[in-house]
């Protein structure tokens, strides 16, 4: 299957760490991205090929890679974290743009 | 530093058509793939189609094909999507961005309400 999950929704205190999964078949394959989104703004890419943060990214933002299960992990994490995130892949021929459907982080 | 500004979004009825534009600024243009990317309202993010930096490659995503077309023009440093057959479904903002490791660089949007 190309479709990639994702929890709807996570909750973590602040200065705790929050680990948001998301989990395909085509991830045992293809590169994963993440990207966070506040409300009113534009989407911003966070974690690029698995594991690259861009630059001006905070350093608290990491992600890894398990077979089919992509994680992005907010170590540390703050009140202005608080945003919906998704992950992203490409289907199996490398070809077709896919998303997860989003999980909305909640910094308690 | 890297620019994108969508235009050409409104309201238009079931069946109708339109034009968005992107015009890019801040980077060289004509080495990168384009990207649309739509968002309904309260809803998550859906890849609508991209381009290759010459336009020769182009891919759409299913439910799009047959009544989009995406097209670019590197001189004017341009972007576009030629919506026909719009759908009350198609009803979203629609950003441009920037396809390389990632979608790494993206507009602000422009809304397209398809209502009668």
């Known amino acids: 299957s190309d479709e990639l999950t994702q929890p709807a929704s996570v909750s973590e205190s602040p200065g705790q760490t929050a680990r948001i999964t998301c989990s395909g078949d085509g991830l045992l394959k293809q590169y994963s991205y993440w990207y966070q989104q506040k409300p009113g703004q534009a989407p911003v890419l966070v974690i690029y090929?698995?594991?690259e943060r861009p630059s001006g990214i905070p350093e608290r933002f990491s992600g890894s890679s398990a077979g089919t299960i992509v994680t992005l992990t907010i170590s540390g994490v703050q009140a202005e974290d608080e945003a919906d995130y998704y992950c992203?892949?490409?289907?199996?021929?490398?070809?077709?743009?896919?998303f997860g459907g989003g999980t909305k982080l909640t910094v308690l | 530093q890297v620019q994108l500004v969508e235009s050409g979004g409104g309201l238009v009825k079931p069946g109708g058509s339109l034009r968005l534009s992107c015009a890019a600024s801040?980077?060289?243009?004509?080495?990168?793939?384009m990207t649309w990317i739509r968002q309904a309202p309260g809803k998550g993010l859906e890849w609508v189609s991209y381009?290759?930096?010459?336009?020769?490659?182009?891919y759409y995503a299913d439910s799009m094909k047959g009544r989009f077309t995406i097209s670019r023009d590197n001189g004017r440093k341009s972007l576009y999507l030629q919506m026909h057959s719009l759908r009350v479904e198609d009803t979203a903002v629609y950003y441009c961005a920037t396809l390389e490791n990632g979608i790494n660089h993206w507009g602000q949007g422009t809304l397209v309400t398809v209502s009668s």
């Open positions: 801040g980077f060289f243009f004509q080495d990168y793939y």
């Open positions: 381009i290759s930096d010459s336009g020769s490659t182009i």
């Open positions: 992203q892949s490409t289907d199996s021929s490398g070809n077709y743009v896919i």
């Open positions: 090929k698995d594991t």
